[in-house]
């Protein structure tokens, strides 16, 4: 069964920096697209960024548009969701996906995704 593992979620203080981190196989990383979400308590899931199979494209929500940064470790079959100049509105658990359609395209949709983490607490105090 193939699964997106989570880890890197905690408390920090608005202004503050954290790391996520989505480990997955080797067949899931390297062919497909990962995206990651966040789902606010008692709100929908809403698309946080996404990174291409190759890692070459990624695409952010306007709302974390060059405060957040998604990468890929080759390596390690793992995503990376850098996050910086956190603000209490960051709050919410953070899920990695998997998007099994081949190709380059991005997508924002959570309706998109075929595979999904367990999710992790990021909590940001004012």
């Known amino acids: 069964q193939v699964q997106l593992v989570e880890s890197g979620g905690g408390l920090v203080q608005a202004g503050g920096s954290l790391n996520l981190s989505c480990a997955t196989s080797e067949l899931i990383f390297k062919v497909y697209a990962m995206g990651w979400f966040r789902q606010p308590t008692g709100q929908e899931r809403w698309f946080v960024g996404a990174?291409?199979?190759?890692?070459?494209?990624?695409w952010y929500a306007d709302s974390v548009k060059g405060r957040f940064t998604i990468s890929r470790d080759d390596n390690k079959n793992t995503v990376y969701l850098q996050m910086r100049s956190l603000n209490p509105e960051d709050t919410a658990v953070y899920y990695c996906a998997a998007d099994l359609r081949r190709g380059p395209a991005l997508r924002a949709s959570a309706s998109s995704y075929d595979i999904w983490g367990q999710g992790t607490q990021v909590t940001v105090s004012s």
């Open positions: 990174i291409t199979w190759d890692g070459r494209n990624t």
